[in-house]
């Protein structure tokens, strides 16, 4: 449904910090920095931070050592550590955007040094307050701080009996977002929607990726941190965003339409070529693999899962960034979906005040029935195994990635079956929760998968129900699990590169001689740049470790990102032989081709063989570069999942080298003959 609100006043609200608004963002020769150099601060402010600085970060290790008995107040340390990080970053990366920065940062230290003293007394009162809270917690990608901002609504009880909505809001792009300037104003305000009675979560996101990669999975970290301290209705959450917020809502929607009750997407970006042509003026030539790599972020590819998440769109009338929902509208009908599309009149980039209002009406009203847990009918479609469920479907194996794959499956309740038909799919499983179980428990379920009838188990005594099919070359048939224990393609492990820096990696640096001193050198300045853009970018530490001191442990428990070859690195040297790409002291060997080991290096991610339940990653951070940081809607894997790199070309701020050969392994993880 489009709606044009007839109204001619406005409402024009504050920046959402957009930049990369022209042809000026287009000179990859002519990058500028991202985020941008700080501005000067008098010596005078600068000491006095750096001494704050100082004295709580003496405070934080006292706490770390004093609260070891105490895991319940250990737990809450993340909430001053954010507040330390916020300052000290500031300051050691000359990241002062505005001169009242000085002041914020001075309050930081104030509030986070209150909140070490009571942990010190075995209290925190922030735990239980109302209106605007800060909180952080520990990220299991690479063990950084992250914060995230909070509205309490006035009355909110923990213990209350009905557990509270809560709304994830996602911020527009801020190219100073720093840490400090993202506390201090979810100190001040509480944003753009306080729906009564409902939590309001604010992402950082990992400061301005449009929350994608590891900008993504800080929604999850942060909804499962809040969840230990607050009563959240798992059935009534909501995401919402604006501008880059709201290409941030879009693929949230996209990939995940059975986590939320409802989506409000203001503006932004849905897919990357057609924006970045209408919004960017940018003549965009990707290559081939780029191409399939769109598949991934490109919501317009995801359509048909809107068909069971409920979506409300917002656009100003005169904005370029229509654009987003306007594509998206186009492809929900072409699946039969009609979108709701709330169109603000005579308004450029922002809310007008009656469109929120018409917004609140109907997504208030979606959350308040709530998420249908078991909806009869789901429609879902994937191109990656990284995005795989929608509500009691979840796809577990491809005939080939990067293609789509599709799922529709039904509750025949006259029959008491099952009717699913799938497309490029080889592994499924149908997954009932408790109580939800729609026909007799004392009854063998039968399942017609495309076509074919299959008698699976009763459901269990609580009513909850699963079964695993695989095909094989008799077609589907019952499965005992859903992973069968071979070397495949599965979520979480399917590749490309830059999808290992989505959970825990360590960075393994090499300590030995290379095999050729060019490779080497290229080597030392890639791993360097990988560590200073993932704390520029994603705003950590990267975990980084010798290649002699990488332990059992580690190799459990991290996705492994090993830099050098077979003879500068230990751990590369154990695992050479088992990786599809060959490298010896003469040649980088891709299938039938032959690259001179003195000017080329390889990069790729596989299954590690030391722990197929993680990834190696050789020679790679996350792929984009200084280019695609001036808009977000370039933020997107550029490398498949192996390239052989020419590092006789020039390193530029959109790729490493040249790239002499590229290509996508197998559903096995093989080589694929035809793409080396």
Known sequence: MKTTLLLSSLLLLGSFGLRADGPGDNLADKVRRVPPPGVKIAESDRAELEQGVAALGKEIEGLRNSLKGKPALLDLLPDVQVYHKGVEWALKYDEFFKTNEVAAGRNLL????????????????????????????????????????????????????????????????G????????IDGRSKSPGEFTPPGALVLHLYGRYCCANKFAGEIDLFEALEHAKRNYSIDDNRIVVRGFSMGGAGCWQFAAHYPGFFCAAAPGAGFSETPDFLKVFQNEEVKPTWFEKKLYHMYDCTDYAVNFFNLPTVAYSGETDKQKQAADIMEKALAAEGLKLTHIIGPKTGHSYHKDAKVEINRRIDAIADKGRDPLPEHVRFTTWTLRYNTSHWVTVDGMAEHW?????????????DSFKVATKNVTALTLA????????????????????KKLDAPPAETDRSWTVHFRKGAAGWEVAASAD???????????????DAFMDSFVMVRPTGQPLNEKAGKWVAAEQAHAIDHWRRQYRGEARVLDDTKVTDADIAAHNLVLWGDPASNQVLKRIADKLPIKWDAESVKAGAKSFSAGTHVAVLVYPNPLNPKKYVVLNSGFTFREYDYLNNARQIAKLPDWTVVDISQPVTARLPGGI?????????????????
């Open 660 to 676: 002499a050969a590229a290509g996508f392994f197998g559903e096995q993880w093989e080589l694929k003959a035809g793409q080396e």
């Open 110 to 173: 104030k509030v986070g040094g209150e909140r070490a003293l009571a942990l010190r007394e075995g209290k925190a009162p922030w735990t239980t307050q109302t209106g605007l809270v800060v909180r952080g917690y520990l990220s299991k990608i690479d063990g950084s701080v992250q914060p995230y901002g909070l509205v309490i609504p006035a009355g909110y009880a923990t213990g209350a009996a009905r557990p509270a909505r809560l709304d994830f809001w996602i911020h527009g792009r």
């Open 403 to 415: 293609e789509r794959a599709r799922v529709d499956a039904d509750i025949d309740n006259e029959n």
């Open 432 to 451: 009932i929760p408790p109580g939800r179980y729609p026909f007799p428990p004392n009854k063998k379920a039968q399942v017609i998968l495309d076509g």
């Open 484 to 498: 069968d224990g071979s070397l495949r393609k599965r979520h979480g492990l399917q590749g490309p590169i830059d």
């Open 175 to 182: 190219e100073t977002l720093s840490e400090l300037s993202f």
